[in-house]
């Protein structure tokens, strides 16, 4: 069955960074995009980035947009995002997620998505 565990998320204080890891199992890894989505407090669960099965495709939030960098190992089936100059806004459960279809459409919503990993806290401080 499919499976994806992120990892990575932690305590770091403002202006820092980190990396988030999605190891994903159970599928064949090049097919489907996977997203990274992050859920505040009393917000919605809003798209943060995703990548192509073949790792030529990428597209961010306009938040995020030249502070995080997703990447994939296809050796390892993980994806990783890079989050660099963190903010205190970046707080949040950061969730990654397998796309429901094997297309080469960039997926950026929470509905193109079937498969969740349990989510890792990024907290923030300043």
């Known amino acids: 069955q499919v499976q994806l565990v992120e990892s990575g998320g932690e305590l770091v204080q403002a202006g820092g960074s980190l990396r988030l890891s999605c190891a994903a199992s159970?599928?064949?890894?090049?097919?489907?995009?996977i997203g990274w989505f992050r859920q505040a407090p009393g917000k919605e669960r809003e798209f943060v980035a995703t990548?192509?099965?073949?790792?030529?495709?990428?597209r961010y939030s306009d938040s995020v947009k030249g502070r995080f960098t997703i990447s994939r190992d296809s050796a390892k089936n993980t994806v990783y995002l890079q989050m660099n100059s963190l903010k205190a806004e970046d707080t949040a459960v950061y969730y990654c997620a397998r796309a429901a279809g094997a297309n080469l459409v960039p997926q950026t919503t929470v509905g193109a998505y079937e498969y969740w990993g349990q989510g890792t806290q990024v907290t923030v401080s300043s």
């Open positions: 159970g599928y064949t890894f090049s097919s489907y995009h």
């Open positions: 990548i192509s099965g073949g790792g030529r495709f990428t």
